[in-house]
């Protein structure tokens, strides 16, 4: 995106700009780290952020989304170079020595000035998501309202972000675990069995406090990759990191993460109240530490009258908030489910929904969640990360991937009733299929004509008229809507020269 002008010794659009992992600079020891950094700001922003290394040396950051950038956004220790307007964003560049970016990439701690109000670190970090796409501060001399860019303290010399200007200001100082804080990052995870392999490379980034749901059809691997994460099943090649440590081969009680199985696994000869403590009493845990843990995770899962219960005396719902108390006492960094609700019936399943997402609001807890209902997802995720095949076809909010799928699968599989498909054929600047002709969207001018296309239809964007060459095959009443299958004949059409 930007090239250099030997003669005018600046730097001007025309250079395509080099993905990090593509570029030459992907060979130095440096693009490791530099590029986990760069994922973890593309999260944490929702921007795409790229880093390459041209060939004179220079470094150069564009951000794709936003208009505004510091003017300090390299190290003042390299020669820092205009922003230039790319088109799509701002494109910083900096001559920085190796030793320099490594050095900035390695800081521990930033300083941001940001309004009266956030003076603790979680505040600051919350701040800024919140406002990650309101713009952009220029320098301390503007106040102008805005956000800092991440990148500045990363590839910044001093460490300081230009962060919420007001004209009031004050300073809150956080480390990079607590701004860039993630609670698993999964990076080229694989998973074999001899020569099977069942997990193909899984790059993933759960945020603190998120709770993640992995969702797909029998077989998808989504068990396998929550095994992975709790140390059940052995890593064969990849890294696993939580909160910033690498797992991969720790044993699993090392790893902070608690696990509340599909069968609850409880000790039928022990109380509730000895189920939910017997880990801690294995590690050697005081006996006053341990009631008071049980006592208050018993409050949380509205337990308190059935301490003294054994298992046969309980309901499978009941089962199951012990087996979740058991995780809570843990006081885990992660909380691991998978598919908890599975053996329940369906008004349990609906009441364990709403009370799992109650207690991940009341912990403030990361938790990760399996399931094969796309139900259970939709109404529960903060993030929703689609698998098959043991590869994740989409990642994203529940809305992101209802509204706007990456492929078929992921449209057909989201939703409930499921996407309508319909094949079809680009004519005269619309889409004819057996049923129906739909004009072109914006995509048209990319659709040749004859082309074989397919149109995905949501059950909800349909509405009923009184005639068309449509008849009703099967209609199934649910009491607040009712479900229609139709049927309609191909219609005859004249050829066409």
């Known amino acids: 995106m930007l090239a250099y002008d030997e003669d005018r010794q600046t730097y001007a659009p025309g250079m395509r700009l080099v993905r990090l992992a593509h570029s030459a600079w992907a060979q130095s020891s440096l693009a490791p ?29 564009v951000d794709k989304r936003n208009a505004k950038l510091p003017v300090e956004m390299f190290a003042q220790s390299g020669k820092v170079g205009p922003a230039y307007c790319t088109g799509v964003g701002k494109a910083m560049l900096a001559h920085l020595p190796e030793d320099k970016l490594a050095a900035a990439l390695s800081r521990q701690s930033f300083h941001a000035h940001t ?34 860019c991440l990148a500045a303290p990363i590839l910044s010399g001093t460490g300081r972000i230009l962060g919420a200007i007001s004209v009031t200001t004050t300073t809150a100082t956080t ?5 860039l804080s993630l609670a698993g ?17 899984v790059d993933l980034q759960v945020r603190q406090g998120e709770f993640c749901v992995f969702v797909g059809p029998s077989g998808c691997g989504k068990s396998t990759l929550l095994r992975m994460i709790a140390g059940l099943e052995e890593t064969s090649a990849g ?6 440590q690498d797992v991969t081969d720790a044993d699993p009680a090392d790893r902070g993460v608690a696990m509340v199985f599909q069968t609850y696994a409880l000790y039928p000869h022990m109380t509730v109240a000895q189920n939910m403590g017997f880990g801690l009493k294995m590690n050697g845990h005081p006996k006053a530490q341990i009631a008071a843990k049980v006592a208050e995770a018993a409050r949380i899962l509205k337990l308190d009258p059935l301490l003294d219960r054994k298992p046969a005396n309980l309901s499978g719902g009941q089962r199951q908030r012990v087996a979740i108390g058991r995780a809570i006492v843990r006081g885990p960094k992660v909380f691991l489910f998978d598919e908890p609700l599975s053996n329940l019936d369906a008004e349990l399943r609906v009441e364990m929904r709403a009370e ?14 399996v399931t094969h209902d796309q139900v259970e997802a939709m ?41 309508n498909f319909v094949a079809g054929r680009v004519q005269g600047g619309q889409v004819v299929t057996p049923a129906f002709d739909a004009p072109l969207d914006r995509h048209g001018p990319t659709l040749t004509e004859g082309r074989a296309v397919e149109i995905g239809l949501r059950p909800d964007a349909l509405t009923l008229t ?19 299958m139709p049927i309609c004949a191909s219609r005859a059409r004249p050829e066409r020269s």
């Open 379 to 419: 109404t529960m995720a903060d993030k929703i990360v689609v698998l098959r095949s043991g590869r994740i076809e989409q990642v994203g909010s529940p809305m992101e991937l209802y509204d706007d799928p990456d492929n078929r699968f992921v449209a057909g599989f989201i939703g409930s009733p499921a996407m």
């Open 115 to 148: 309004p009266n109000t956030l003076t603790t670190p979680d505040a600051l970090r919350d701040e800024l998501v919140r406002i990650r796409q309101r713009g952009y501060a220029l320098d301390d001399e503007e106040h102008e309202t805005g956000i800092a």
């Open 466 to 484: 009184p005639h068309g060459p449509f008849r009703i095959d099967l209609a199934e009443n649910l009491g607040g809507r009712d479900d229609l």
């Open 239 to 244: 890294q696993i990191m939580i909160e910033n």
């Open 175 to 179: 480390s990079r675990d607590q701004l």
């Open 185 to 201: 990052p999964l990076s080229r995870v694989t998973k074999d069995f001899g020569p099977v392999r069942v997990i193909h490379g």
């Open 33 to 61: 780290l530099a590029q986990q950094v760069l994922d973890r700001l593309a999260v944490d922003l929702g921007q795409t952020i790229h880093l390459a290394q041209l060939d004179n040396g220079a470094v150069l950051y």
């Open 356 to 369: 799992i997402a109650r207690l991940h609001r009341e912990l403030g807890a990361t938790m990760i969640y």
